[in-house]
Nanobody, 123 residues
Framework: QVQLVESGGGLVQPGGSLRLSCAASGGALDNYAIGWFRQAPGKERERISC????????YYRESIKGRFTVSRDQRNHTVSLDMNSLKPEDTAVYSCTARLSYCRREWRDFDYWGQGTQVTVSS
C-alpha cells in the first residue's frame, strides 16, 4: 500500500514562498507519477501540476506557470512543489496523488492520495 503524506503548508503573505513535499510512508515514489491538485472553498478540484516517474514529462496549470516548480528529489525519494510569488487566489488545500509511471488528466485516474495540506496566502 502506498500512503502519501504532504507537508510544508502554512500561512504566508502575498508574494511569499512555500515548499510542499510529498512522501510515501514506508516507501519511495521513484516509480510513480506524482500529480498535485488543489481545492479552494466553493470551487472544483483542479490539477495544478504533474511529473512523470522519470521526470521526462511535466505539466503546469496555466495560472501557476512560471511561479511553481515541481521536482523529484532522488536522494530522499520525494517530490517537491516549490511555490513562489504566491497570491491570495492560491489559497487552497493542496494534495499530492500517485499512479504508476505516467501522468493523467483526471484526478480519478490517480490511485493514491495524501490527506492534503492547507496553504493560506493572506496579509
Amino acid at each position: 500500500q502506498v500512503q502519501l503524506v504532504e507537508s510544508g503548508g502554512g500561512l504566508v503573505q502575498p508574494g511569499g514562498s512555500l515548499r510542499l513535499s510529498c512522501a510515501a510512508s514506508g516507501g519511495a515514489l521513484d516509480n510513480y507519477a506524482i500529480g498535485w491538485f488543489r481545492q479552494a472553498p466553493g470551487k472544483e478540484r483542479e490539477r495544478i501540476s504533474c511529473i512523470s516517474s522519470n521526470g521526462d514529462f511535466i505539466y503546469y496549470r496555466e495560472s501557476i506557470k512560471g511561479r511553481f516548480t515541481v521536482s523529484r528529489d532522488q536522494r530522499n525519494h520525494t517530490v517537491s512543489l516549490d511555490m513562489n510569488s504566491l497570491k491570495p487566489e492560491d489559497t487552497a488545500v493542496y494534495s499530492c496523488t500517485a499512479r504508476l509511471s505516467y501522468c493523467r488528466r483526471e484526478w480519478r485516474d490517480f490511485d493514491y492520495w495524501g490527506q492534503g495540506t492547507q496553504v493560506t496566502v493572506s496579509s
